[in-house]
C-alpha cells in the first residue's frame, strides 16, 4: 500500500446547521447522495451527520487535488458505512477518473465530532 495524497477538512457543526435549516432539501439534494440521504429521516439531529460527510467531501477533493472543478461535483464523493459502521468512500463520475488518473484506487477516510465540529482525513492509496 502506497499513501499517493492525504487530506483533512475541519467544520464548525453550526455551519451546516444553518445550511440545512435555511435551505433543507435543496441543501441535501444538491450536496448529498440519494444513499447518504436515506439516513436523515432517522436522525433527531443531523447536522452532526451532514457535517462529518461534509468534511469527507471536502477532505476527498484535497486528496484529489482539484477542489469542486474540473466538472467534479459534491454527488461524485459517496460516503457510506460498511457493515460494521466505518466510513467507506466511493467516487463516481469526475472524481473516479481524477483518482484513477493520479493513481489512487482507493480513499480510507476518517471521521470524528465534537459537540461543535466535525473533522475528517482522507488518504489517497494505490495498493501495490
Given at each position: 500500500?502506497?499513501?499517493?495524497?492525504?487530506?483533512?477538512?475541519?467544520i464548525?457543526?453550526?455551519?451546516i446547521?444553518?445550511?440545512?435549516?435555511?435551505?433543507?432539501?435543496?441543501?441535501?439534494?444538491?450536496?448529498?447522495?440519494?444513499?447518504?440521504?436515506r439516513?436523515?429521516?432517522?436522525?433527531?439531529?443531523?447536522?452532526?451527520?451532514?457535517?462529518?460527510?461534509?468534511?469527507v467531501?471536502?477532505?476527498?477533493?484535497k486528496?484529489?487535488?482539484?477542489?469542486l472543478?474540473?466538472?467534479?461535483?459534491?454527488?461524485?464523493?459517496?460516503?457510506?458505512?460498511?457493515?460494521?459502521?466505518?466510513?467507506?468512500?466511493?467516487?463516481?463520475?469526475?472524481?473516479?477518473?481524477?483518482?484513477?488518473?493520479?493513481?489512487?484506487?482507493?480513499?480510507?477516510?476518517?471521521?470524528?465530532h465534537?459537540?461543535?465540529?466535525?473533522?475528517?482525513?482522507?488518504l489517497?492509496?494505490?495498493?501495490?
Amino acid at each position: 500500500m502506497r499513501i499517493i495524497s492525504s487530506g483533512i477538512d475541519l467544520i464548525e457543526i453550526s455551519r451546516i446547521r444553518s445550511l440545512y435549516e435555511r435551505y433543507r432539501e435543496r441543501f441535501v439534494e444538491r450536496v448529498y447522495t440519494p444513499e447518504e440521504r436515506r439516513r436523515l429521516a432517522a436522525l433527531r439531529d443531523p447536522a452532526p451527520y451532514l457535517a462529518g460527510r461534509w468534511a469527507v467531501k471536502e477532505a476527498v477533493l484535497k486528496v484529489l487535488g482539484t477542489g469542486l472543478s474540473g466538472g467534479i461535483g459534491w454527488q461524485d464523493i459517496n460516503v457510506l458505512r460498511d457493515p460494521a459502521g466505518a466510513p467507506i468512500v466511493q467516487l463516481q463520475g469526475k472524481a473516479g477518473e481524477r483518482a484513477r488518473a493520479i493513481g489512487i484506487e482507493r480513499i480510507l477516510v476518517s471521521i470524528s465530532h465534537s459537540r461543535d465540529l466535525a473533522i475528517a482525513q482522507a488518504l489517497g492509496i494505490a495498493e501495490a
